[in-house]
């Protein structure tokens, strides 16, 4: 008997439509979930930090995987991240948007709080060791809110069933 090694997994449509859109020219579904595993594993976002009691306060899910974090900066990192692997220019063109005062993610240091670089050594934070993109770590619930919603929008997906944010 010959043993294989695939298996059939149920999905929701809107899970294989997400997908479909980050495949490359010729790549089958299960090359796109292998180079997206792949992926989420070389930047290390894919394995959740084992969550301490009453400590992880909200929960993020990214096309129905969950992970509960202690900070709204850790939330936002975990989703422009994800999504970056999903679609290698997602931080680019939503680095094209911005707040009425700071831009939603920077590929510089000196940009994350413009004028302010006061405000850059405390609250700026680098998505990834090395990635060279920034975000500020001074987001209200709101402006995190503001900001998924808008990252849903460049990535082509829905805030609310894409993108689930809550407390825990």
Not at 28 to 39: F, G
Request: net charge positive; hydrophobic share 40%.
């Amino acid at each position: 008997m010959t043993r294989s090694n695939h298996i059939a997994v149920a999905l929701p449509e809107a899970t294989i439509v997400a997908l479909a859109r980050h495949a490359r020219p010729g790549e089958s579904l299960a090359e796109v979930v292998a180079r997206l595993i792949s992926a989420q594993n070389a930047v290390g976002v894919s394995t959740p930090i084992p969550a301490k009691r009453n400590r992880d306060r909200y929960k993020i899910s990214v096309l129905g995987h969950d992970r509960t974090c202690a900070t709204l900066a850790d939330v936002l990192s975990y989703t422009l991240t994800t999504l970056e692997e999903l679609d290698d220019t997602f931080l680019h063109q939503l680095s094209k948007g911005g707040g009425r005062i700071r831009p939603y993610v920077t590929p510089g240091f000196d940009d994350v709080h413009p004028g302010r670089p006061d405000l850059n050594q405390q609250y700026a934070r680098e998505l990834w060791p090395g990635a060279g993109w920034w975000i500020s770590t001074n987001s209200s619930k709101a402006d995190v809110k503001r900001i998924l919603s808008a990252a849903c929008d460049v990535a082509g997906l829905e805030f609310g069933r894409d993108v689930v944010f809550s407390n825990r």
